[in-house]
Each structure stands twice: as C-alpha cells, then as structure tokens.
C-alpha cells in the first residue's frame, strides 16, 4: 500500500469544525482512502472511505483532491469525544476487510473545552 | 448484537509463560484479524483468519506466536515463551466478508510482561 503523510498532532476548539489533512502523492488508481480513528484506550474504530468523490456519513465528511494527491477528513463540529488519534490509510480496492491496514503513527487530535 | 468481545483485557505473564488473548467477533461475522500496538507505535497488522483457516500471516513473527480460529468458539492468538518485547495492547477486528470495507475492533488486550 502507498504510503501517507499527516501531522502529528492538531488542536480545536469544541464546537467547531476540524480539518484534517492527509497527503498521499503515491496513491494508485484503485488505492481507496479510507479513515479510522483510536479513541484513548480503545481499539480503532472506522471513520469513512472514498475513491475519487467527495463522501459524507454520520460522523464526517471526506473531501478528496481533484488529482487524488491528498485529502481532509472533516468534523463539521468537534465535540471532546472527538479527541482521538485518527489515521489516514490506503487500500487497493473497495473490500480486504481489516485484512493488512497500514497504521501509520496518525494525527493526535486535541480538542479544547 | 455486541460488538468484538476480547478477553482479558488486562494480561500479566513472567518471562518464559504462556499469554492466550481471546478474541469473539461480532455475530454473523466469520472472518477474524490480529494487530499489535507496541507502545508509542502505530497498529501492525499480524494475521488474518476465516473459519478454520489462515488466509493471511504475513505480519505474524515466525516463531512463538500461533493464531487460530476453530469451528466453534473464539478466535485465540497464543504466545509462547513471552519475551518483555511482547508487551503491548493486541487488537482484534471483525468483518461479515472479505469483500467488506469496514471492519469493526474489539476494546484490545493489554499484556504486560514482567
């Protein structure tokens, strides 16, 4: 799988919207994006995933660059169980299940009351 | 329906004992994963299971560990002999198929090794 780049760590207030950015400049044609994020002490949990179009679902959206080189999850209000470490990850195709995600370290999402 | 069910979620071994982590997954779901979380590092992906069968051990080490996942009962991922490097949490996923995009983790098995 392609390898991706995001900060280490982001700040936020409480109540406001939260970009997070996610550069992937060796991404394939068929990788998927996809996100899932660690709540401190808990085992990841699954965010969203998209190809090529802009992707919306209960817990966020996902905006997708034009030439598939990066993208940015988006909280459209961060809440304090929001703060979590999230990862942005490739995968060749749609399915594979949890079958060999590449974890990266991700970015510590910090949310200010 | 509750969700990954591992077990214990805490597990103290001396060095050279046996660790035996349990995982159930979510119901209706047959296919079973293993990650490990050294401390301050990211998740590794360590092997893949369906009913009774590997279909993927590429992140497993080659000696000590053992994963398997019988016809009737959880998923056990099994330790020999641990080593204090073997400290760390291990995550197990879910998923209904293997064409499924999302998978679901259980809360993890924190080992520690002293």
Redesign the interface.
Known sequence: DAKTTQPNSMESNEEEPVHLPCNHSTISGTD?I?WYR?LP??????VI?GLTSNVNNRMASLAIAEDRKSSTLILHRATLRDAAVY?CILRDG?????????????THLIIQP | NAGVMQNPRHLVRRRGQEARLRCSPMKGHSHVYWYRQLPEEGLKFMVYLQKENIIDESGMPKERFSAEFPKEGPSILRIQQVVRGDSAAYFCASSPSRGSTEAFFGQGTRLTVV
């Open positions: 998927y996809h660690q002490s808990q085992g990841p949990e699954y995933h990862y749609d399915g594979g299940g949890a079958d060999g995600l590449t974890f990266g370290k991700g």
